[in-house]
C-alpha cells in the first residue's frame, strides 16, 4: 500500500475561491466570507462542520452538496471534486443563493431559502448517492440558524446533470443519520437514532410522498458518532463503525435479529474512532482512521463475512504498517471522516480531508486489486446523542 498528496489539490486554491488565479468574477465563486456569515468557517463547504459527501457512481465525481449550516457558514452552495481532472480538480456545480437570513439574535431561520433551494447543513450522514435516479438525496440535519434548527428533516434531491433541486418528503427521525445504498434492493437505508429504514426513491412519485419511507425495525442507536452504512448487497448484510460500541451488522436475510455488533481482535482503534470512514468492496470492509502515529490516518481492512457472531472467530481488523505520506488529521478527527474516504476509481481511493482548506487531498493505492467501483452510502460535540 502507499499514500500520496495530489499535487494542486488544495482546496484554499482553488479557483471556485474568489480572488484566486483562474476564478471568475463574483458571484460565480465562493467568497472568503459571507455577510451575516455566522461564523464564516470556509472548510464547512466540504464538510468542517460535520459534514459529509457522496460518491457519483457514474461521473467518479465526489459531490459535497449545501454543507455549512447552524452557525458556521451560510451558503447552501454544491462543490464536487473530480480526482481525475488535475490540476482542476474542484468545480463549483452551484452557487449559494443570498435569501438566507443574516446571523443575529433574531431572524425567520427555515430549512430552505425562498421557494426551491434547501438550506446549508451540518448534514452528519444524511447525504446518499442513488443510481436508480442518478440524483443525490440530501436528508436534512442542522439547518442553518444561530440555536442549531433540526426540524423539519425534509429530504432534497440533487440533479448533477439539471443543476437543480427538487423538494421531496420529509424522512423520520432527527438530525442524526447515516445512509447507505443496497444495490441488490435498489433502495437507501437509513440507521436513526430510534431504528432502521429503507427508502424507495421511485415511491415518491415525482413529489413528496412519506410512504416512500418504510420502517425495517426500531432498535435505539448510541451516538452519532458513526461511520456511515457498509454494504454487502450480493450477502445482504451492512456494517457501521459506532464510536466505543464497534462494528455493527444487520443481516437483511434476519431482520428479526436487529443491529448486532460483532466480536473485534487485532488493531481495534478504529472502533473508537469519530464518524471513520467505511466501505464494503472486494469482499472486505475498509476503513479509514486513526494511525498509529499521531496526528495521522491510516487504512484498516477485515474480512467480515462468516465472523463476529457466538461460534465464529472474531473479525480480525488489521491496519497498514506505517505510511509517511498518511494524511495529516488536524481538527477532522473531532468532527469525522464519514464518506469523505471513496473509491475504488481507477483502482484507488481518496480522502479528502475537511481538517480545513489548505489539506491536499490524499491518494491511496492498496496492496489489493480493487476491481468494483463502489460507492459509500453507508458537528459540534464528537458525543453529541442522535436525536
Not at 458571484?27 to 456569515?37: F, N
Not at 457558514?73 to 481532472?85: E, H, K, P, R
Request: charged content about 15%; some cysteine; overall charge negative.
Amino acid at each position: 500500500m502507499s499514500w500520496a498528496a495530489l499535487a494542486s489539490s488544495k482546496f484554499k486554491d482553488s479557483d471556485i475561491w474568489c480572488g484566486n488565479a483562474g476564478a471568475p468574477a463574483p458571484p460565480d465563486c465562493l467568497p472568503t466570507s459571507l455577510t451575516g456569515g455566522g461564523n464564516n468557517l470556509r472548510a464547512s463547504v466540504i464538510g468542517l462542520a460535520w459534514g459529509t459527501g457522496c460518491l457519483n457512481t457514474t461521473t467518479g465525481k465526489f459531490i459535497f452538496p449545501r454543507l455549512g449550516g447552524h452557525a458556521d457558514w451560510a451558503g447552501n452552495q454544491v462543490v464536487s471534486f473530480d480526482a481525475t481532472a488535475s490540476p482542476d480538480f474542484w468545480s463549483l456545480d452551484k452557487n449559494y443563493s443570498t435569501a438566507y437570513t443574516p446571523m443575529a439574535p433574531t431572524g425567520s431561520f427555515l430549512y430552505k431559502y425562498g421557494t426551491n433551494d434547501p438550506a446549508s447543513v451540518h448534514s452528519y450522514g444524511a447525504v446518499c448517492w442513488m443510481p436508480t435516479v442518478s440524483r443525490v438525496w440530501s436528508g436534512g440535519g442542522i439547518y442553518w440558524s444561530p440555536g442549531g434548527s433540526s426540524t423539519p428533516q425534509v429530504g432534497f434531491w440533487w440533479d448533477p446533470a439539471g443543476l437543480t433541486w427538487t423538494e421531496k418528503a420529509t424522512r423520520p427521525g432527527g438530525y442524526g443519520c447515516v445512509t447507505g445504498w443496497d444495490s441488490v434492493g435498489s433502495r437507501m437505508i437509513l440507521r436513526l437514532a430510534a431504528g432502521v429504514w429503507a427508502y424507495d426513491p421511485t415511491l415518491e412519485n415525482g413529489g413528496p410522498n412519506a410512504g416512500a419511507y418504510t420502517q425495517l425495525f426500531a432498535q435505539s442507536a448510541g451516538t452519532v458518532a458513526s461511520s456511515m452504512l457498509a454494504i454487502d448487497a450480493p450477502n445482504r448484510k451492512t456494517y457501521r463503525i459506532e464510536k466505543n460500541v464497534g462494528l455493527r451488522m444487520i443481516d437483511f436475510n434476519n431482520l428479526g435479529a436487529h443491529e448486532r455488533t460483532l466480536t473485534t481482535t487485532g488493531d481495534t482503534a478504529i472502533n473508537g474512532a469519530t464518524a471513520p470512514g467505511l466501505l464494503y468492496v472486494d469482499n472486505r470492509l475498509v476503513a479509514l482512521g486513526p494511525s498509529s502515529v499521531a496526528g495521522r490516518f491510516a487504512v484498516y481492512t477485515a474480512t467480515v463475512e462468516g465472523h463476529g457472531l457466538p461460534g465464529q472467530d472474531p473479525v480480525q481488523w488489521v491496519r497498514d504498517p506505517v505510511d509517511a505520506n498518511e494524511p495529516a488529521v488536524g481538527i477532522a478527527i473531532h468532527n469525522g471522516i464519514w464518506a469523505n474516504f471513496f473509491g475504488p476509481i481507477g483502482g484507488k481511493y481518496y480522502f479528502v480531508n475537511n481538517d480545513n482548506d489548505d489539506q491536499l487531498v490524499g491518494e491511496y493505492t492498496p496492496t489489493w486489486t480493487a476491481t468494483t467501483h463502489t460507492v459509500n452510502e453507508v458537528s459540534d460535540v464528537a458525543v453529541e446523542v442522535l436525536a
